[in-house]
């Protein structure tokens, strides 16, 4: 099946190349082909994105030369994809190929998502309830109730969402009691990464501001009656000491009003900040840190980081997942 889609790929080319597969096996590629007398090792994937650069980059190293072979390619994956000089090809008949035999680079703008069929786990409510289980997965097993105010949706998104985790293989009933366990967690995170910045973080923008005059980043709520935390880049760095911040995300449940009176943030386009509405229950989303006062859960920041298609930016991410992240999935 992988070969049929690939030749496909090619054929939308329009050059002339000798197509073959050698052999279709399981592990990090999942076919090897021979593109004009050429070995090279395929990946075949729905969609690619910026958090999976990482993944292809440490296939290369032991399989070269290395092909990414899928439906569609984010073009900030594509820049990261030529820029470590990973080899793509799309179903638009977009692709970077420099190989030994041959060269091309296409690029005609014209790839667009690959959507799936209707999913009742990957959509913004969805992607909120996910949050509070990948920092938990013991919160499987609350009242849906509960669930539903911690994570800010309504109680019937959240009968969906258990519903659709358990339908698409997310969760299984372990005992007779009908609790539910957790499972293919690291999956879901992946899938929440992008699930998250593209549908919960752009409905829940604010705005975009600038420092103005002070050019720090050292806002603290002291009021117990608001949570102000500091993402991304920001965030990052207090966790790690690793980052030197310029772009920043804060997250909050004050008024707009209140980020220009009390922290002096000032409108602005184009500016540094993006501010976004909290999208849990306020004191809902901890950790066992002391940074947990001033930034956002690792998880969150771990998602922004992977997006954002930055070298030392995933670098810090893996640093935050080892160890604020995978020992909870």
């Known amino acids: 099946m992988e070969f049929f889609k690939i030749k496909e790929f090619f054929d939308n080319l329009e050059f002339r190349i000798t197509l073959t597969q050698l052999k279709h096996i399981e592990g990090l590629v999942d076919i ?24 292809f980059e440490s296939i290369a190293k032991d399989c070269y030369p290395f092909l990414v072979a899928s439906d569609y390619i984010t073009p900030k994956a594509k820049e990261l994809l030529k820029s470590k000089g990973i080899n793509y090809i799309d ?84 005992n007779s009691d009908k609790k539910y366990q957790l499972v293919r967690r690291e999956e879901l995170l992946n899938k929440w990464v992008t699930l998250v910045n593209e549908k919960i973080l752009p409905a829940y923008e604010i705005g975009r501001f600038s420092f103005g005059k002070s050019g ?40 707009k009003i ?35 006062r001033v930034t956002a859960h690792p998880l969150l920041i771990y998602a922004e980081l992977m997006y954002s298609g930055n070298d030392r930016n995933i670098e810090t991410a893996q640093m935050i997942c080892d160890e604020y992240i995978k020992p909870n999935l």
């Open 216 to 255: 720090q980043f050292l806002i603290k709520d002291t009021d117990d009656n608001f949570e102000t935390k500091w993402g991304t880049e920001a965030g990052a760095a207090m966790l790690t000491n690793y980052l030197n911040p310029e772009k920043y995300s804060l997250f909050t449940n004050r008024p």
């Open 32 to 55: 090897v082909l021979k593109l004009n007398e050429e070995k090279i090792y395929t990946r075949v994937k729905t969609d690619t994105r910026p958090q999976h650069i990482p993944i």
């Open 91 to 174: 179903r638009y008949g977009n692709a970077f190929l420099n190989l030994k035999n041959l060269k091309i680079y296409v690029e005609q703008g014209n790839a667009k998502p690959i959507y799936k069929t209707h999913s009742e786990v990957f959509t913004q409510a969805g992607g909120q309830i996910i949050f509070q289980l990948l920092q938990n997965s013991e919160n499987i097993n609350l009242t849906q109730r509960k669930l539903a105010e911690i994570s800010n949706v309504s109680l019937g998104s959240v009968s969906k969402t258990i519903n659709g985790l358990f339908n698409e293989g997310y969760t299984v009933k372990w």
């Open 258 to 292: 209140d980020l220009i009176k009390e922290f002096r943030l000032i409108p602005a386009q184009d500016g540094e900040i993006t501010v976004y509405q909290i999208f849990w229950k306020p004191r809902s989303s901890n950790f066992n840190s002391e940074d947990a």
